[in-house]
Nanobody
Framework: QVQLVESGGGLVQAGGSLRLSCAAS????????MGWYRQAPGNQRELVAR???????NLADSVKGRFIISRDNDKNTVYLQMNSLRPEDTAIYYC?????????WGQGTQVTVSS
């Protein structure tokens, strides 16, 4: 059974930092892209950052210069270093793993940034 185990969410003051991790296991296909999406109450789920196996990165404009995505291909783990957090970054953050066959989602981890 496919597992995406997320960790690192929590409550932080504005200007602070958090690091999210997502470890994928039992993925039966070659992983292409790993990344993070987020969904705030009343909003649609949106891309935060994604990183392909070849090293191509997509970052939402709202997080450029503040968030850094990285991955360990040997461990099938993706990280999101979030710096200079703002209250508008408050959301549930979902890990996303794309293969050439299926897309997998984590259960989500709450990030709350207080002003």
């Amino acid at each position: 059974q496919v597992q995406l185990v997320e960790s690192g969410g929590g409550l932080v003051q504005a200007g602070g930092s958090l690091r999210l991790s997502c470890a994928a296991s039992r993925i039966p296909f070659v992983i292409n892209t790993m990344g993070w999406y987020r969904q705030a109450p009343g909003n649609q789920r949106e891309l935060v950052a994604r990183l392909s196996s070849g090293g191509s990165t997509n970052l939402a404009d709202s997080v450029k210069g503040r968030f850094i995505i990285s991955r360990d291909n040997d461990k099938n783990t993706v990280y999101l270093q979030m710096n200079s957090l703002r209250p508008e970054d408050t959301a549930i953050y979902y890990c996303n793993v794309e293969t050439y066959r299926f897309v997998y989602w984590g259960q989500g981890t709450q990030v709350t940034v207080s002003s």
